[in-house]
Each structure stands twice: as C-alpha cells, then as structure tokens.
C-alpha cells in the first residue's frame, strides 16, 4: 500500500526520533542541518514540499554513532554505512526503517546489480570534517572531491538514457557523453574511489579546524562554516518537537540559502521519494 504525504512525514519524525533518543543516551552531538534546519527555522516543521530529513555530527560522534548502533537491540530500523551494509555507495550513512519501501527516480540510472532492488525509507546522516584555511587549497580540495563524486556516479551508473533535457540537442549530448563514461567507469571499482574520497574528507581534524563543512553535502563549498557555528546547539522546533539546532544557525542558512525566509519559486520545490513509498507486506 502506497504512503501518502502525512504518512511518510510521520515515518520520517519516527526515524529522527529513535536517532535521537541513541545521541542523547550516549552524549553524542548532532545538529539538524540543510532543509531539516531550514523547515524547522522557517516551517517549525517540515518544509511543506520536502519529504526528507538531514542531520549532522561531528566525525568522533559520527565514528561512534557507528560503533554504538552495532550494539542496539534489533528493531525496524537498520543502519545503512560501509560496515554494515557490503554495496553502501554513500560516503555518508542512513538509518532506515526497514517497514518502509522507498522508490527514488534517482537510483534508476544505477546498475541493480549493485545497489539492489530494494531500498528504504531513510533519514541522512553527514559527517562534519574539517577544511583546509587557505582559499586556494580549499578550491583544490573541492574540484578533487567532485571528481570523486562524479567517478563515483559514472562507475555505478547503468548505460541507458538518464538525461530528459527539454531541448532534444543537449539531452542526446548528454545522454551519449553519460553512456560513454558510464562505458569507462564502469570498469573501475566504485569501492575503490570512495575510498580515497573518504581519506580526503577526513584529511582535515574537526577539532582542530578554523573552517568546517559536510563535506559531502549536495552544496559542496558553500557548506563551508566556521567551526563556532557547530560549537554548541540551541534547541529548535520541528514538528512539535525538540532537536538541536547549530548555535550559529543563521550564519550556516544564509551561507546557504540567502535569504532563507523567502519561499522559493514553485518549480524549485522538489519531493526526494518521487516514485513513492510502499509498506513493506512483509513486516506490516
């Protein structure tokens, strides 16, 4: 049976919940972060066309969140990391409740016999690292990572159609210069490259860092903060509840957002679970 909308934000709350019931049991940092922060400055809540929720954490709280979850009595949620799971393609982790199945258009360009058929309603969470001071190194530091991302992309992504441009030039260029990299990547280990994306992100001590960043965050550079915005956390509403927030939040959302109280145009409001969700007949 499909969700519909107040369904899925009701999973999702129930999600961020049990995460943050483990974080405060064991002392563990994490801030609302991206949209999530964004819905409960704005919304105190859900940002009303978006349908999934962010979360950061320090890299030693993230490492130990890891360790810590291995340890959890076993419920409907199951953590999604590269320890846990033999084809995790993220170099973040998910907690996922195994109750839900998620359908993301997204994933239908990547070969199944890597990421599987089934996939999970999920919540994101993101390490925060460090990044380089200097400006020029940072630059460096960027343009490496997206390369990693983008290799990442073609080594796992099937050789068909995935570009739907309007215009019918750009979306056959696109579509014959995606397969054919696809072609090339395909041939190298995708584990491989997440590798050394991993070992660059971590290149960077939190603690000891001026300027921090989720380093893989879909805003790329501008997720670049000082580290004084994540120094300490004020409560904030989302959905009737209390999580925390960074102290610097309003730095953090105009660093992204601009004006972050402004509602963008209708056609930049986008759904994450495009395709749906299903209740998962075998544990309902």
Request: charged residues 30%; proline residues 3%; positive net charge.
């Amino acid at each position: 049976m499909k969700l519909n909308e107040t369904e899925i934000k009701k999973h999702l709350l129930e999600i961020l919940v049990a995460f943050d019931l483990i974080c405060k049991d064991n002392d563990l940092m994490y801030f609302l972060v991206g949209g999530t922060l964004l819905g409960a400055i704005r919304h105190e809540g859900f940002i009303p066309w978006d349908d999934d929720i962010d979360v950061a954490m320090p890299r030693k709280d993230y490492n130990k969140f890891i360790e810590i979850f291995k340890n959890q009595k076993k419920s409907n949620f199951v953590l999604e990391s590269r320890s846990t799971k033999e084809n995790h393609i993220y170099p973040f982790i998910k907690l996922s409740d195994k109750r839900i199945i998620a359908m993301e258009k997204g994933l239908k360009c990547y070969r199944k016999d890597i990421i599987g058929e089934i996939n999970y309603l999920y919540i994101d969470i993101f390490p925060l690292d460090g990044v380089p001071s200097n400006t020029f190194v940072r630059w460096l530091f960027f343009k490496r990572l997206k390369y990693y991302e983008l290799a990442i992309y073609f080594s796992l992504r099937n050789r068909r159609h995935c570009y739907n441009d309007k215009n019918l030039l750009k979306r056959i260029f696109k579509n014959c210069a995606g397969d054919l990299l696809a072609s090339f990547y395909n041939l190298i280990s995708y584990k491989a490259i997440l590798d050394k994306l991993e070992r660059l992100v971590q290149k960077y001590s939190y603690s000891s860092s001026d300027f921090v960043a989720n380093n893989v965050g879909r805003y790329g550079s501008k997720e670049v903060i000082y580290r004084a915005v994540f120094s300490d956390f004020v409560e904030g509403t989302f959905e009737g509840k209390k999580f925390p927030i960074p102290i610097g939040f309003d730095s953090y959302l105009r660093r992204i957002y601009g004006d972050y109280m402004k509602l963008p145009a209708e056609n930049d409001r986008r759904y994450h679970f495009d395709d749906g969700l299903y209740y998962n007949d075998n544990l309902i």
